[in-house]
């Protein structure tokens, strides 16, 4: 298994749940056992507190026989001969293998980390962000309008800071949630009193370490975080043989090729419930069911029913301020908008979408019971005026 995060850690939960006692070993290029991302830029970039990442379960993982390659990077797949070579120049011979990589942050060329300027995925990450907040006062800056970027600027900007968020788009988190909302979500973060930079970039860092923007003014930030998304971590992969584009291509129940099984942030598969829709989705969540389901689908091989495939509802959360934010389905290709169950205004509402007479994605806003229940919705692929109805009644 490569990637010792969180799809990877439940697809050897499953394996072993399942029956599995053959050798099972975990690579992971971090030095952390597997632990939790959401919280690095909620509840741990708020407090430090460490037992806020932990997963549940791995502190006391003996039982599952792992054989633990932390802090080692697999560097190179060779599929023919079933070996996966590692960075200190070992290698680990397979008959399954799960990659479960995940995906890396983007940066920015025009403002190379270090010096002030942060990203934020790995725990590493968090404590050397919060770190340099304690050290430095004064403006954050923050690059991205992204869930990640939102609830960095959030978070700083509950903890009293001065913070402002620049965003290259017109309208923040259009392309998941359009046009109506993303702007709903930017002026929430205008009422906290965030200085909130929309159609604006960066275009670089003077000497002092003022950042340039596009539209000629600098913002002298004493700490910038970077959150332009994330790729899935395949570098390693090419020329193995895989078939690759932007992440791990799978068939719809996960296999990329004999043997070889991908989940989580890195894996991309035609999800039938969403018209065999190619997605690849980077939610906690999917990383959870879809590592599980690998893991079954390895163990099975030639046995497994093709029919069972890989058909979630994806589902995620952001909590930003006293909002909770949560989507249900994939707004992709919608046709229509609508919203029930409160106002934009009251920043209390569930935005339904609509596409080929179907309800295939949910966004609340503080209404998370409506969302669960859009979600059953979407998976029986309910139609339109039935959802609506349905939505007609809530308060
Ligand atoms: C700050 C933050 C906040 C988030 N908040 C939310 C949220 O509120 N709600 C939500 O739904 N989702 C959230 N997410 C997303 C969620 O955490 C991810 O979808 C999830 O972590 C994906 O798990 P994964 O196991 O697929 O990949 P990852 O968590 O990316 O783990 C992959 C692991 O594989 C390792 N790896 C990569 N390449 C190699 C290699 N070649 N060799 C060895 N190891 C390798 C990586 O170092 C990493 O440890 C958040 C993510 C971040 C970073």
Redesign the pocket.
């Known amino acids: 298994m ?9 697809a050897a939960t499953t394996l072993r749940r399942e029956g599995f006692d053959g050798e099972l070993t975990l ?4 030095t ?1 056992p ?1 632990y ?7 509840a741990f ?1 708020a407090t430090g507190e460490e037992a806020k990442v932990a997963l549940g379960g791995v502190a006391d993982s003996e039982a599952l026989a792992i054989t633990w ?1 932390l802090g ?4 190179r797949l060779r599929l023919g001969d079933r070996v996966v070579d ?2 200190d120049g070992t290698e680990v011979a397979f008959d399954g293998l799960v990659l ?6 983007r940066t920015l060329p025009s403002l190379p980390v270090g010096n002030g300027v942060h990203v ?3 725990v590493a ?2 404590r050397e962000l919060r770190a340099d907040l304690d050290r430095r006062n004064g403006p954050v800056l923050v690059v991205g309008a992204g ?2 970027g939102a ?2 600027a959030a978070t700083c900007r509950q903890a009293g800071r001065e913070v402002v968020l620049v965003e290259a788009a017109e309208v923040p988190l259009e392309r998941a949630v359009g046009t109506e909302i993303g702007a709903v979500c930017a002026s929430l973060h205008r009422e906290h009193g965030v200085d909130v930079r929309l159609g604006t970039a960066v275009v670089g860092r003077d000497s002092s370490g003022a950042v340039r923007l596009d539209d000629g003014t600098t913002v002298d930030a004493a700490v910038v975080v970077v959150g332009v998304g ?1 790729a899935p ?1 395949t ?3 090419e020329g193995s043989g895989l078939l690759l584009e932007d992440g791990v291509v799978c068939d719809a129940t996960g296999l990329a090729a004999a043997g070889v099984v991908a ?5 991309r598969w035609p999800n039938e419930l969403f018209f065999g829709d190619s997605m690849r ?7 959870i069911d ?2 599980a389901f690998v893991a079954r689908r390895l163990l099975a091989g030639t046995d497994w029913d093709p029919r069972a495939v890989f058909a979630p509802v994806p ?5 930003q301020y006293d909002r909770k934010m949560q989507m249900a389905g994939r707004s992709t290709g919608f046709d229509r908008m609508e919203v029930a169950g409160g106002t934009l205004e009251e920043r209390r509402f569930v935005a339904l979408y609509r596409r080929q007479g179907r309800l295939i994605a949910a966004f609340g806003m503080n209404r998370p019971r409506h969302v669960v229940q859009c979600r059953s919705l979407i998976a029986r692929r309910c139609p339109w005026e039935e959802a609506r109805e349905l939505a007609a009644a809530w308060t």
């Open positions: 490569v990637g010792a995060s969180l799809a990877g850690w439940n690579v992971g290029a971090e952390e597997p939790d991302r959401p919280p690095l830029s909620k970039l390659r080692r990077r697999a560097v590692l960075d479960t990589g995940g995906a890396e942050v934020l995925r790995t990450d968090a869930f990640i609830e960095v994330v971590s570098r390693w992969l989940a989580g942030d890195i894996a989705v980077e939610h906690w969540d999917n990383a879809m590592g589902w995620f959360w952001s909590d």
